[in-house]
Structure formats: C-alpha cells, structure tokens
C-alpha cells in the first residue's frame, strides 16, 4: 500500500469516528439492540410466502430462540404481478413482481402498536416462451422479494429499539 493510501485511509477513519457514528448493534448502556431484537415474537403469517418472510424474519430475531418476549411483530402481506413490456401482439415480455409488506411491533404488556411501518420490494422478470421458465423465474423473484422485505423488516425494527435506548439513556 502507498503513503497516500495509508494517510488517506487513517484520515477517514479519523474523520469516521468524528462524526459521531456508532455500530447499529453495538451495546448501548446494559442493554443491546440484539438482546431488545431477541425479545419479539413474530405472529404467522399465512401462505407459502407468509412462511418465507417469517423463517427469514426468526433468524435475525431470535436466532437462538432464547429470551424473554416483550414485543409481538405482526406482518401482512400483499402480493402482485404487473406487466410491463409488451410485444406488437401485446403479449407481456416483462413483469414487475412486487411485495408490499405492513406491519406492526406490539407491546406485549399495553397491547399498543409502538411501531407501525410498510416496506415493499420490486423485481422484474422477463417473460419467456417456455412457460416453465417463466413460473421458476417468478417463483425466484417472490423469494427474493421475501427475502429483501425481512431484511428492511428487521433493519428498521433494530432502528427503532437503537432510538428507544439513546432515548432511555439520555431519560436516565
């Protein structure tokens, strides 16, 4: 590596640490946002992608299965196909597969929605003379849709819990 890269690096992480950045899942007081994560219980939810979003959804919330639950996340889905591209036979030659996701974080004890959020995840596909193709190639997208929506799911669930313990630490 040359001087300037090893001086332009250590500047930015010099000015990193400036700007006040933290990791996301860092401890913060005696409590972490993994430890807060742990404490949801996700609510099934119907249909085979119903299942997807929700095994994708328990491995980043409750990976060991342990802990006590404080908080119930509640997901709806809502599904839908779109074409897009068409032949001069109008024919679909592309389709927007699209998952909309709502859902909702519920303390256990008051019974109050404390979060209330939608995300929604897009792939397009390309529509192909073999009807097999097109079906797998649907069928990926809706995967991949699912997996996306848990991500952002899960992204803003620990958002939340990181506000809600600068909050009690500042409060203290």
């Given amino acids: 590596m040359r001087l300037w890269q090893k001086y332009l690096s250590v500047t930015a992480l010099l000015l990193l640490s400036a700007c006040g950045f933290e990791p996301l899942y860092g401890t913060q007081g005696s409590s972490s946002v993994q430890e807060r994560l742990s404490g949801v219980a996700i609510s099934p939810i119907p249909d085979r992608l119903g299942q997807l979003v929700h095994n994708h959804l328990s491995k980043g919330v409750r990976p060991d299965d342990q802990g006590l639950t404080s908080h119930r996340l509640e997901v709806s889905l809502d599904p839908s196909i779109e074409g897009f591209g068409f032949r001069s036979d109008e024919s679909i030659t592309r389709e927007r597969i699209r998952l909309i996701a709502r859902y909702q974080l519920i303390d256990v004890k008051s019974g109050e929605a404390v979060f209330d959020d939608v995300v929604s995840a897009n792939t397009s596909i390309d529509v192909v003379q073999s009807d097999f193709a097109t079906v797998a190639a649907e069928e990926k997208a809706r995967e991949r ?24 630490e500042t409060a203290q």
Avoid: H, M, W
Avoid at 148 to 164: D, G, H, K, P, W
């Fill in 145 to 168: 849709n699912a997996e996306r929506v848990s991500q952002l799911i899960l992204t803003r669930l620990a958002l939340y819990f990181r506000a809600e313990l600068k909050q009690n």
